[in-house]
């Protein structure tokens, strides 16, 4: 499998396991880490938050005798520990896994001003200085599911060598974002491309004519690639879900051209079916006295009515308000039409009247992450 930089560190193959999924049994992660090793995978991304996944790990390369050459292992840091029970974590992290260094330690979740500042000026500062001081991680970056504004503050920081966004097909955002990232030395790691990207390893009918000639899937992981990211998260949890991994493990550098005419085709067939309904995702609207993040609600009315994405776009809205700072908090239903977006959006669009549709086509029972 191609490896590219991933910041200073060692080089990492283009797909990452993530491994917060094959936790039934020692022996399904086993399974699935031997695959992966086979097909040229040599990342692995886990956390302690992510149940008994760092256990398994540590058990699975031992059981196999994976010489530590083969594999770089990216672990997580939730922000908002004092100093002592940071170090206690990782240092925890590192006996679960049999290491006695980390390749990359990443603060998990930089999703409010809050966790920035913890990291950069806070407890979370002296935690990362000391466990590079003492050699206890390679390189230190983060992972965001908050705004651009935080995503960008947390790279031009200049503190971090790696990040891991939410990069993907058909929420493309925060492209710009990695582009500066990989300018400036950093490593870039797509989160969920197939997941929270948009379940596309079940796409409706709709999604799978639109993306023709390639599964949808398929054409996800290629536009990554052609964008140059350092790697994406591949989230198995049996060897049979690599599949995808083990075709696309020899894709060359650079953007296909028959890659990128799919992807515009797939924006302008969105937008000529939403017509004058289309959300641009400017963020021009924010921020709503509510507090509604109305550039993600639209996005899912997009995608529901434009590729007819019902299971992932319920899923999703189902989540809101029921996942702390890790999604945004507040339903369409809270607006109360003061209409103070109204003049800052350059499409004109009926904003209160479009986030009321997206809840009544979106709701249904509250969900849950799958972790924390």
């Known amino acids: 499998m191609k490896r590219r930089s991933f910041g200073p560190g060692a080089k990492v193959s283009v797909f990452t396991l993530g491994l917060m999924r094959a936790l039934a049994s020692p022996l399904q992660l086993q399974q ?45 840091l939730l922000p908002g520990m004092d100093v002592g029970k940071g170090l206690a974590v990782v240092h925890a992290t590192l006996q679960q896994v049999g290491l006695g ?4 330690l990443a603060v998990h979740g930089i999703n409010r001003p809050e966790h920035l500042r913890w990291a ?5 500062a002296e935690i990362l200085a000391t466990c590079e001081a003492e050699g206890l991680v390679g390189q230190v970056g983060f992972s ?7 995503v960008e503050q947390a790279i031009t920081s200049g503190r971090f060598s790696f990040c891991s966004l939410h990069l ?34 079940d796409p409706p009918d709709l999604l799978r004519r639109q993306c023709a000639p390639f599964d949808p899937l398929e054409l996800a992981y290629r536009w990554l690639l052609g964008h140059g990211v350092s790697t994406m998260t591949i989230g198995a949890s049996h060897p049979s879900h690599l599949v995808w991994a083990q075709r696309l493990a020899q894709v060359g550098d650079g953007m296909a051209p028959t890659v990128a005419a799919a992807a515009r085709q797939l924006d302008q067939v969105r937008q000529q079916r939403l017509q004058d309904t289309f959300c ?12 509604i993040d109305i550039p993600t609600l639209l996005r899912l009315r997009n995608l529901r ?13 189902g989540l809101i308000g029921q996942a702390g700072h ?11 039409r003061c209409g103070d977006c109204l003049p800052r959006c350059p499409r004109n669009l009926e904003i209160p009247a479009l986030l009321q549709h997206t809840h009544g086509l979106l709701q249904g029972p509250p969900r849950r992450r799958l972790w924390g």
């Open 326 to 336: 890790w999604l945004p908090m507040v339903q369409g239903d809270a607006c109360t």
């Open 101 to 104: 260094q980390l390749d990359q």
């Open 168 to 201: 993907h097909l058909l929420s493309p955002a925060l492209l710009p974002l990695a582009r500066q990232a990989m300018a400036a030395g950093m490593g870039v790691m797509a989160i969920s491309p197939a997941d929270k990207g948009g379940r596309l390893f």
């Open 144 to 150: 965001s599911h908050g705004s651009p504004e935080i």
């Open 32 to 76: 699935v880490v031997a695959r992966a090793l086979a097909i040229g995978i040599n990342h692995f991304e886990t956390a302690p938050s992510y149940g008994p996944s760092q256990v398994y790990l540590g058990q699975a390369l031992a059981a196999l005798a994976v010489p530590r050459c083969r594999y770089v292992i990216t672990s997580k």
């Open 280 to 291: 641009g995702q400017c963020r021009c609207c924010l921020p709503c006295p509510e507090g």
């Open 305 to 317: 009515l434009g590729h007819g994405m019902t299971a992932f776009c319920e899923e999703r809205y």
């Open 120 to 124: 950069l000026h806070g407890p979370g």
